[in-house]
């Protein structure tokens, strides 16, 4: 479903690519916007029907935007719901970010919203930013090309990542909170959250003293690692399990660029490509100094680009996504034609390690193209906390309802320190900037350009950004039932002066 080769493309000129591929162009209509529709839709998981939702632009699911080409969409909503989307990763202005009632309400049944901004090349997606929408699969890729990409001699495959459930959301969510969400909970709900509560009472950090545990790292004491709040019907790359995976033609010797989308609810995942050779090239639709491998993890919300030089000889090659923690795993099939597809468990034999705990995989990433050096003007500390029962998640010691935001100045240069006070890892997304990874437990770093870093438990991440548009950014966990129950705030941009 989301392949392109740019030798078919010069070939067929100016046609529809087929619905096998990568959605299309959407240069051709540069003077008009472009439509896309949130919808539901059937899918066929391990042979049982599933109704869930989606975001369908003129190829199909997401969107394809070419070099230069301006983001000018109309969004229709068709469901039955209201709903609204949130470009991650794209820098528009406030008014369109998509995050209910700030500024803009959400589009009712029917309702269509205009958008128009200069689209950020790169890996990117969009979601509906209600967790229960997210978690029913209201979320596409993004994917802003540049000139290199036109011209590079690969293919290009999108592997768009999700978890699902076939349980109404509300009542997965129930099952997480595991019933103790109206006790911790004040009954504030955030406009257009689904009317989930959102405010309880401050949670302070769990406690750091303890003896040695966690594999030796300090101050773990025994409190264990919480890595899966939920075991979830099935894992999905491309609406797909590993029982009908997507195959991918692709040809012997080729060069492939996956666009992996991590756009899960609450599930970390592995990248494995096997015997091939791999480089991951770029992390959230930023490029980094390449890094060789053939595993790669990516948590909620993040995005990694990695270039695989396939084998000159025919044959087929699974690329695997592993949830952390867990034996579960799903994935794509690259083939060449004529290639034996021999069927892959859902199971893998062994369980997949916890993801970056010790921000190797994190240490290694250099941005190709890093922020200008500036002195920092403002520091802010953002405390993650939280504990399983009662289920609450906080940051700085509040939920979403009684935040103090985290504030700074139009075209300030801001440094960030997440420091995570908690037993789970927590995917820190920040709308409207881009930052850049500046310091990993206190060791200075040039690191990759994100909108999206993963600060393990325990762990202290610095990041430095430049304040952008004056208004109120949010600033929350991508983990959507952590987000869902209070894991967010604002970082609220002020006109300097």
Known sequence: MHAFSRRGFLAAGAATLAAAQLPRRAA????MPIRLSAASRTLDIDGRAARVFG??????QGLVLDPGQRFRVD??????????????????PNAQDGVPDMPMPPLKPGETRAYDFEALPGTHWMHSHIPIQEMQLLAAPLIVRTAEDLSADRQEVVMFLHDFAFTPPEEVMAEIVG?????????QAMPGMGGMPMEGMPMQGMPMNGMPGMNGMPGMGDMAMDLNDYDWDAYLANDRTLSDPEVVPVERGGRIRLRVVNGAAATVF???TGI??????????????????TRFGLAMGQRLDLEIDLPAKGGAWPILALREGARERTGLILATPGAEIRRLDGLAGTEAPAFDRDLAQESRLVALEPLPERPVGERQMVMLGGTMDPYVWTINGAVWGRHRP??????????????????????????????QVVGLNGRQMQGALRDTVYVPPMAMIDVVLDAGEAARWMLHCHHMPHLANGMMTEFAVFAPG
């Open 276 to 293: 091939a050779r791999t480089r991951l090239v770029a992390v959230d639709g930023h490029a980094v100094q390449p890094v060789a491998g």
């Open 55 to 60: 975001l369908g632009g003129p190829g199909g």
């Open 406 to 435: 985290v504030s700074a100045r139009s075209g300030q240069r801001v440094m960030l320190s997440f420091h995570n006070m908690s037993m789970m890892g927590h995917p820190m997304h920040l709308h409207g900037h881009m930052f």
């Open 179 to 187: 019933g103790h969400g109206e006790e911790a909970s004040g009954g």
């Open 270 to 272: 592995w990248i494995e």
């Open 28 to 31: 051709a209509q540069a003077a």
């Open 75 to 92: 969004l229709t909503n068709d469901l039955d719901v209201e709903t609204i989307v949130h470009w991650h990763g794209q820098i528009p």
